[in-house]
T-cell receptor, first 108, second 117 residues
Framework: RKEVEQDPGPFNVPEGATVAFNCTYS??????FFWYRQDCRKEPKLLMS???SGNEDGRFTAQLNRASQYISLLIRDSKLSDSATYLC?????????FGQGTELSVKP | GAVVSQHPSRVICKSGTSVKIECRSL??????MFWYRQFPKKSLMLMAT?????????EQGVEKDKFLINHASLTLSTLTVTSAHPEDSSFYIC?????????????FGPGTRLLVL
């Protein structure tokens, strides 16, 4: 089992749609989790941090299920500008372990 | 969030030359910086952890003599790709961790796109 696993997509959705990404992790001792957003040919940028059961920031909601070892990211009312690759990231041993990323394309 | 700069943003070089990439933390002192490379459509792969004042820790499979890392100050780490070859062409990204941040957040530089001809 990979340390951090995501559905690579791509997810093609219309503007205004709600879309959810899942991410599973293998280390049950992990305490914190991150979602980063990476635009084409750019560096990753921190979108959300998740430390307890979840976190919400505007249209974005991250939820953590420790029993099943997965984190989800929900995007409501998606915008064209949400098109990007979303990276699930788990700190481990002082390093960041990246999932392979989920590509989202929001169409008009 | 914290700011990390990287220079150059893009470099094209001939095979056999060496290329130095700089990573700077602009508004905090970073005792630890990280170097990643990323191939198209792939996720980031950690190459090494750069520790200020000591030797870098390389990930398995990364040649330390090929990718020289120097972290001489609390705000600067450099990665030198020695005797570059076309297969070294990639997107290299550094990150830094703010020691005042207990949540292990890393802030990424804008990346350096290397093309070796």
């Amino acid at each position: 089992r990979k340390e951090v696993e995501q559905d690579p997509g791509p997810f093609n959705v219309p503007e205004g749609a709600t879309v959810a990404f899942n991410c599973t992790y293998s280390n049950s001792a992990s305490q914190s989790f991150f979602w980063y957003r990476q635009d084409c040919r750019k560096e990753p940028k921190l979108l959300m941090s998740v430390y307890s059961s979840g976190n919400e920031d505007g249209r974005f909601t991250a939820q953590l299920n420790r029993a099943s070892q997965y984190i989800s990211l929900l995007i409501r009312d998606s915008k064209l500008s949400d098109s990007a690759t979303y990276l699930c990231v788990v700190p481990q041993g002082g390093k960041l372990i990246f999932g392979q990323g989920t590509e989202l394309s929001v169409k008009p | 969030g914290a700011v990390v700069s990287q220079h150059p943003s893009r470099v094209i070089c001939k095979s056999g030359t060496s290329v130095k990439i700089e990573c700077r933390s602009l508004d905090f002192q970073a005792t630890t910086m990280f170097w990643y490379r990323q191939f198209p459509k792939k996720s980031l792969m950690l190459m090494a952890t750069s520790n200020e004042g000591s030797k870098a820790t390389y990930e398995q499979g990364v040649e330390k003599d090929k990718f020289l890392i120097n972290h001489a100050s609390l705000t600067l780490s450099t990665l030198t790709v020695t005797s570059a070859h076309p297969e070294d062409s990639s997107f290299y990204i550094c990150s830094a961790r703010d020691p005042a941040d207990s949540q292990e957040t890393q802030y990424f530089g804008p990346g350096t796109r290397l093309l070796v001809l």
